[in-house]
């Protein structure tokens, strides 16, 4: 496996206490691969990561591993912040949902497949470790998205999947929402990883993280609803997450 390198100014030292242990997934989310490799690493932008892959493959180092890339922003999972202290973090090069989103080409998953199997093996990342960036800032961002192929990655060790039957989209009543089946929903959703700032009500930053979990776990419809097929597999990851042991 080839690495391209080229250098950006945009990194700072990990804090002493930091080990990495998560991989963040992100798409760039401009026009083309010159541009997004531009602004990551410009000065003034004040953003990196520490690879970009191109849709045929080609992967490009901007930052060293041991270094802290500055991708992830404000940013939080399983109770702990700043994800950039402990994170890789990796680019794919997709025009994204402003420009033209379309599915990832297989010679750009194969290779980031190989560059994550040198990053686990390196930092011995745990199987439940490997987000989006959707997943650690929910109300921001909606990267790497829905045609990002989670399913795929998980087969290789790379993240959790559920293979339990999740397309029923009918919404569940209110009840679903409400008193003690809400604090479920949100234990549920908490145990996954996500941060509920609003513990009282199924409101819109509820449903911006239920719809980062479909877009990660039920891609094929990402709606913010809470409907019967999320909530089998929410419950799936949930339990799986517990079982991993490496959640709260
Ligand atoms: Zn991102």
């Keep these: 496996m080839k690495i391209h390198r080229q250098p950006s100014p945009n990194f700072?030292?990990?804090?002493?206490?930091?080990?990495?242990?998560?991989?963040?997934?992100?798409?760039?989310?401009?026009?083309?691969?010159?541009?997004?490799?531009?602004?990551?690493?410009?000065?003034?932008?004040?953003?990196?990561?520490h690879y970009l892959i191109d849709e045929d493959g080609r992967i490009v180092q901007m930052v060293e591993e041991e270094h802290r890339a500055w991708h992830a922003g404000v940013s939080i999972w399983q109770g702990r912040e700043n994800l950039n202290h402990t994170s890789v973090g990796i680019e794919l090069v997709n025009p994204g949902h402003e420009f033209g989103y379309r599915a990832f080409p297989d010679a750009q998953i194969e290779a980031l497949l190989a560059l994550l199997a040198g990053i686990r093996e390196r930092h011995k990342i745990p199987v439940?470790?490997?987000?989006?960036?959707?997943?650690?800032?929910?109300?921001?961002?909606?990267?790497?998205?829905?045609?990002?192929?989670?399913?795929?990655?998980?087969?290789?060790?790379?993240?959790?999947?559920?293979?339990?039957?999740?397309?029923?989209?009918?919404?569940?009543?209110?009840?679903?929402?409400?008193?003690?089946?809400?604090?479920?929903?949100?234990?549920?959703?908490?145990?996954?990883?996500?941060?509920?700032?609003d513990k009282d009500s199924f409101g819109a930053a509820a449903q911006s993280i239920v719809r980062a979990f479909q877009a990660h776990w039920r891609p094929e419809?990402?709606?913010?609803?809470?409907?019967?097929?999320?909530?089998?597999?929410?419950?799936?990851?949930?339990?799986?997450?517990?079982?991993?042991?490496?959640?709260?």
């Design 12 to 49: 700072n030292v990990r804090p002493a206490d930091a080990a990495v242990d998560t991989v963040i997934l992100h798409y760039t989310g401009m026009e083309t691969a010159e541009a997004a490799l531009a602004r990551l690493t410009d000065p003034k932008a004040e953003v990196s990561a």
């Design 128 to 197: 439940s470790r490997y987000l989006g960036h959707s997943d650690i800032a929910p109300h921001r961002k909606a990267d790497p998205g829905e045609l990002f192929p989670w399913g795929r990655l998980a087969r290789e060790g790379f993240g959790l999947w559920s293979d339990v039957e999740g397309s029923d989209t009918r919404p569940l009543p209110d009840e679903a929402v409400t008193g003690e089946a809400l604090v479920k929903l949100n234990k549920q959703l908490g145990i996954v990883g996500y941060h509920m700032e």
């Design 221 to 248: 419809t990402v709606s913010g609803l809470y409907d019967y097929g999320t909530a089998a597999i929410l419950r799936d990851i949930a339990c799986q997450s517990e079982q991993t042991g490496e959640s709260l």
